[in-house]
């Protein structure tokens, strides 16, 4: 009992160990809060720690993490956080808790559609969002986002819930190009088309068309390189093709990972030392490689995995108007009842 | 002999156990820990009551139009689904391993309550593999008929209500298991026995006994059942079905409405409220109480012959190698195929560890409070005491995320007054004490968890008569020695129950330690958490495995002291 007793309360010293790295005062280190998997960034966060000796700190969370910045308010610890999809990067901008990153470098290297005019959010990453078609019932070489909508598609698709923030952006593209009424139109099409109600991930959509339930899944760019790099997956990716859609007389749906600089930033320089590795070489690479995102700077190869798919045209619309239209969008897909 | 007043013994107004003049510190304190805890859980609540008050424009149209009736609708038939899969499974196998002797009872006996030790998400993870068009149920069926495509062919699809409510029901009928095994195999035994020698068939004595007087037991579980489903957000919004719960994720996070959300979160509270009247319903009315708790037994069992005794031995093993054993055994198989033992993550054992720990302290916390708090309503007697125990076990009701969210702002606000007072003394501030350490995370697992205790506490209380309680104060037993005699040794199964309860929910708790954690913090379930966003769920495997582990031995205690504690041990 004695050493059950002495185990517990090694544990929980090890525990209380956890919470002084909240320490916002030591030096060398930088807080991250991030959306990102913590598999996914550490290889980078500690590449970064390697070559400039800064330690990192991270938290990485599902949801809520502007709210839980803006409520610590000036104790918050945070120095950076990294998010994913260009309205949570709005978001967080809206909330307050971000200031501007005033940096010569990172403009130099970051065009300008893929960063904040005033400098709240920069992105780190690209993706798009795309098809994987069934390689023995889809002869379709090229598609649009239109199509997907249109009573002649001929193809069953799936995809999942319409609430996911990589769907009501899609969809929020889709109303700055064409307007609400039509985008409305376009998703009681897309509905039509479903081979079953939305549900799962993007890689049950390649799941499913495999399987034979669709001939059409939606998904971003990065699923099918790790699909064809896991052992279980690899069958899904295999059964299907990518194809980039394109809006007609546009170009494909790209959304990006981004940073803001929290506004109380306790390592501010750091943070600064922070992002703009990340928008170097070196990490981009890593981008690239390791989740098979497409570099935001130029001159980085992009993956051979990614590559292989062609030549991404990104439509030109401004990042920050599918931001302003994703609530109209997130609308929509109750109206239609997208989901149910 | 046990003495169950099934007739509902008309309640006596009693007076407190402690006349005024005799109130001690001990009886102020206990009193004091009950408001506290209600407190506690009122001060998420709070803050959600005055984020609800924010503007919503006309979300409460769109809403209404197009979101919450089929959010309601969908809930609804979730939650009465679960209600009727955990009944009729849980009631049924409690109701044959206390009635029935056949073979492998005792073995199930156990067994039955292993579903409690995985988490709800990962059950869905690993059955839409299993049932999957490319997992091993649906390739067998295949082959023979040599179908090629999912649509040669129609195959139940997991990803839907029914399968929801399946999975659900599979894991969480040990609940109701639990509940209704140590009611059956206690207070029903006398009648039943009675009965039994007056010449009724098993089933007729089932019905008209044992369900009866097990009826507020079944109606704790599956109360229990029933907030875990509201709880969940994993396993419906991977099953795609849209409860009311993840309708507060998207108002919040879609339709960029915090207000909105908090608005559907306390409305959600009306559901819960619902719940917890059933619960009271369900014990209200009767009073179950051991008179005495000398000769206390389990009746003896009917021995089954022939083929009954493998039909009982199959339909109560199904669950356990449904709700169980597939699982496990696909999370053994996955660690096994990826090596995931030989290339043992190191990183992995911080997690556990903090897993550990979290739980054990969380857990240490909820029984003190929950049980001080219990004893101060029997002491004290006071309507007031009780609403605050009534409001102390709020908690369970809310959505982690949600819980989380509402957390926040009491945790800062507490921070921002040491930080104050600090200034104040000339040093420097000294951060987030609370809300930026793992003190955040207890925090809200007391909050989420402090019902479990408390249900499991007023139902050991339950079961001592007051009469003891007259009894010994008419021999001059002060508060302490009623505590340290009568109470403390007639309550400890009910201790240990929700400890373990409380330890195992701690284990696998996900979306507030998602939010509230501290930096560099990782616990097993964020751990699986990781990978399962980037729907490469299996490759936390081991993590999954460990959580079920270490909740295996709880969930063994769990039962063992169900049976054996309830047996009081003749000096």
């Known amino acids: ?340 | 002999m046990i003495a169950a007043h099934a007739t509902g013994r008309p309640s006596l107004k009693r007076r407190p156990v402690l006349s005024p003049n005799r109130l001690r510190f001990g009886a102020i304190g206990a009193g004091a820990i009950a408001v506290g805890a209600a407190l506690l859980a009122i001060a998420p609540l709070a803050s959600l009551a005055v984020l609800a008050f924010g503007p919503t424009d006309d979300l409460w149209q769109h809403l209404i139009r197009y979101v919450i009736p089929p959010a309601l609708v969908q809930t609804a038939l979730l939650l009465v689904g679960v209600a009727a899969v955990t009944i009729v499974i849980g009631v049924g196998t409690a109701w044959a391993v206390t009635t029935f002797q056949f073979p492998g009872r005792d073995t199930l006996t156990w067994m039955l309550a292993l579903p409690l030790a995985i988490p709800t998400y990962i059950v869905a993870y690993v059955y839409v593999d299993l049932l999957g068009f490319f997992g091993p149920v649906q390739a067998a069926l295949r082959a023979p008929f040599g179908w090629k495509s999912a649509a040669d062919y129609w195959f139940p699809s997991v990803r839907s209500l029914p399968g929801a409510i399946l999975l659900m029901g599979l894991v969480l009928y040990p609940y109701v298991y639990l509940a209704a095994r140590a009611m059956f195999q206690t207070q029903a035994a006398q009648f039943a026995e009675a009965a039994r020698v007056l010449g009724a068939r098993p089933l007729r004595l089932a019905l008209q006994i044992s369900l009866p007087l097990a009826r507020p037991a079944i109606a704790v579980g599956v109360a229990l059942a029933l907030l875990e489903t509201l709880n969940d957000i994993g396993l419906s919004e991977y099953l795609g079905v849209q409860t009311l719960t993840l309708s507060i994720f998207t108002t919040w996070l879609n339709r960029n409405s915090l207000p909105g959300a908090a608005q559907i979160a306390c409305a959600l509270l009306v559901f819960v409220a619902a719940l917890i009247l059933l619960e009271r319903y369900g014990r209200s009315g009767r009073s179950f109480t051991a008179m005495t708790q000398q000769g206390a037994r389990f009746s003896s069992r009917i021995v089954l012959k022939g083929p009954a005794r493998f039909v009982a031995a199959l339909a109560c093993f199904a669950p356990v190698v449904l709700g169980f054993l597939l699982p496990a055994g696909y999370l053994v198989a996955e660690v096994i195929e990826r090596g995931l033992l030989v290339g043992f993550d190191p990183g992995l054992i911080r997690p556990a560890l903090t897993t550990v720990a979290l739980a054990a302290a969380a857990t240490l916390l909820v029984l003190a409070l929950a049980f001080s708090a219990i004893a101060a309503a029997r002491y004290l007697r006071h309507a007031f005491i009780d609403a605050c125990v009534a409001i102390a076990g709020i908690g369970y009701a809310i959505p982690g995320t949600v819980l989380a969210l509402g957390l926040l702002t009491p945790l800062v606000l507490v921070d921002e007054g040491f930080n104050a007072i600090a200034r104040a003394f000339g040093g420097a501030g000294v951060g987030l004490i609370f809300a930026g350490s793992v003190a955040a995370l207890i925090i809200a697992y007391v909050i989420r968890f402090l019902a479990i205790a408390l249900g499991f506490g007023q139902a050991g209380f339950a079961r001592i008569a007051p009469e003891f309680d007259d009894v010994a104060r008419m021999l001059g037993a002060g508060p302490a020695t009623l505590a340290r005699t009568i109470h403390w040794p007639l309550i400890r199964p009910a201790i240990w129950g929700a400890a373990l309860l409380v330890f195992v929910d701690c284990l696998k708790e996900l979306p507030a330690t998602l939010l509230l954690r501290p930096l560099n913090v990782e616990t097993l379930s964020t751990y699986i958490y990781q990978f399962a966003t980037r729907g490469s769920f299996e490759e936390g495997a081991l993590a999954a495995l460990i959580i079920v582990a270490v909740g295996i031995p709880a969930v063994l205690m769990i039962t063992r002291h169900a049976d054996a504690r309830f047996i009081p041990r003749r000096r």
């Open chain 1, 1 to 340: 009992m004695k050493s059950v007793c002495g185990r517990v309360l090694s544990c929980l010293a090890l525990a209380a160990a956890g919470m002084t790295t909240t320490s916002a005062l030591a030096q060398g280190e930088v807080n991250v809060y991030t959306y990102r998997e913590t598999k996914l960034i550490q290889p980078l966060f500690d590449a970064f720690t390697k070559d400039t000796g800064i330690r990192v700190n991270v938290v990485s969370a599902a949801n809520g993490l502007e709210q839980r910045v803006r409520t610590e308010g000036a104790n918050s610890p945070a120095d950076v956080l990294l998010t994913v999809d260009i309205s949570r990067l709005e978001e967080a901008v809206r909330a307050g808790i971000t200031q501007p990153i005033k940096s010569e470098l990172l403009d130099k290297v970051v065009a300008p559609r893929y960063r904040d005019p005033e400098g709240h959010w920069y992105a780190v990453s690209m993706r798009a969002r795309i098809v994987y078609a069934s390689k023995e019932r889809v002869k379709a070489t090229a598609l649009n986002y239109e199509d997907f909508g249109s009573a002649g598609l001929n193809h069953k698709i799936c995809i999942r819930s319409g609430q996911h923030y990589y769907n009501t952006a899609l969809f929020a593209a889709y109303i700055v190009k064409h307007g609400e009424a039509q985008a409305e139109q376009w998703l009681r099409g897309l509905k039509a088309n479903l081979g079953q109600r939305p549900s799962g991930g993007d890689r049950e959509a390649a799941r499913d068309v495999a399987a034979g339930k669709c001939d059409l899944g939606i998904g971003n760019t990065y699923y099918y390189g790790l699909m064809l790099n896991s052992a279980a997956q690899k069958p899904w990716a295999d059964a299907t093709r990518v194809i980039l859609p394109t809006f007609k007389g546009g170009g494909t749906h790209v959304n990006v990972s981004g940073v803001v600089l929290a506004r109380h930033a306790p390592n501010k320089a750091n943070a600064m030392k922070l992002i703009e590795w990340l928008a170097g070489e070196k990490a981009q690479q890593m981008h690239a490689d390791l989740n098979f995102e497409y570099p935001i700077r130029t001159g980085v190869p992009i993956n051979a995995t990614i590559a292989a798919f062609g030549a991404l045209n990104p439509d030109p619309m401004p990042l920050s108007s599918i931001a302003e239209k994703s609530k109209a969008a997130a609308n929509l897909v109750d109206k239609v009842g997208f989901d149910n």
